[in-house]
């Protein structure tokens, strides 16, 4: 497998950045969830917000990585069996996946910051408290992180099922591309003109 896209795959770099991010979500909601529950006498109380914002702020690495990795390394060519409202739709979601998770970590950063406390990434270094003593800052930023986070979930079970209906339905390598797998029409391809 190639580290760099191809114009019928993608490359490792790209799969493994897809895939850190979609699991590091997941992880993060769910996290998130849970640990809005925890009473103060939890002995999670402390060390749950700890990881959640210090994943959080890598995750926004991560993003930043992948698109400047997909500035510099394009995707693969659309699959000839892609409707044009199937590539609109797709390029609309991917956008507003992109827009969102970083509206997330900026309000998750202003409830972090609202008390004019940086935050701690790992124990490793302090991201400062730049913006703080906004008027009810932390809970504002506090429903923005929550919505924009169920918001995230929703276009990305679309994304997902998106992703199904291509393999199961239309029986094309969208998924297969996904996962580092030779897809069957590239292998075809590929037979015809031995």
Partial sequence: MHLKNT?????????????VVALTVIGLAILGLWMTDLSYYSPYY???????????????????LRLLWRWINPRPAHLPNHKRWEV??????????????????????????????????????EVPALVTGLPSQADRAG???YWVAIGVLGLAALHAL???????LDHDDTLRRMLGMQGRQLTDSKEKQA
């Fill in 88 to 125: 609109s739709v797709a390029g609309v979601v991917h956008g507003l996946l992109y827009l969102l998770l970083f509206v997330i970590v900026a309000s998750g950063y202003l409830i972090s910051t609202a008390k004019g406390q940086g935050i701690s990434v790992f124990g490793w270094f």
């Fill in 7 to 19: 114009r019928n795959s993608y490359g490792l770099v790209s799969i493994l950045l897809h895939w």
């Fill in 143 to 145: 429903a923005v992180h």
């Fill in 46 to 64: 402390r060390s749950a917000p700890f990881w959640h914002k210090s994943i959080g702020l890598a995750l926004l690495a991560v993003l930043v």
């Fill in 162 to 168: 998106g992703a199904l209906k291509h393999h199961f």
